[in-house]
């Protein structure tokens, strides 16, 4: 077994940073799992970012945030976009699953 990243040995030892890291990105769940902040903020950037964002919150532990995030962006994709499919879906695009 390998030598765990710094963040878990952080979050593990109840650190400062990892509980700092934690209400960070509980803070950008809020934001970005609010239909209407998604819904305006996910049309503007493209599907890689849109990705990255749902993979954050969904490897925070934010799945239901990285669920409506995705949706909000997907829903002005065309068929062309990744994420422009007809019947999309969004948890299992994320989980893969």
């Given at each position: 077994?390998?030598?765990e990243?710094?963040?878990?040995?952080?979050?593990?030892?109840?650190?400062?940073?990892?509980?700092?890291?934690?209400?960070?990105?509980?803070?950008?769940?809020?934001?970005?799992?609010?239909?209407?902040?998604?819904?305006?903020?996910?049309?503007?950037?493209?599907?890689?970012?849109?990705?990255?964002?749902?993979?954050?919150?969904?490897?925070?532990?934010?799945?239901?945030?990285?669920?409506?995030?995705?949706?909000?962006?997907a829903?002005?994709?065309?068929?062309?976009?990744?994420?422009?499919?007809?019947?999309?879906?969004?948890?299992?695009?994320?989980?893969?699953?």
């Amino acid at each position: 077994m390998g030598v765990e990243p710094a963040l878990i040995r952080m979050l593990r030892a109840g650190r400062d940073e990892g509980r700092d890291l934690e209400e960070a990105l509980d803070h950008l769940a809020r934001v970005f799992g609010r239909p209407a902040s998604a819904g305006r903020l996910g049309t503007h950037v493209t599907c890689y970012e849109a990705n990255v964002i749902a993979y954050v919150l969904a490897a925070s532990r934010h799945l239901d945030a990285a669920v409506v995030w995705l949706d909000e962006h997907a829903a002005t994709d065309t068929e062309e976009d990744l994420h422009g499919r007809p019947g999309f879906d969004a948890a299992r695009y994320i989980t893969g699953r």
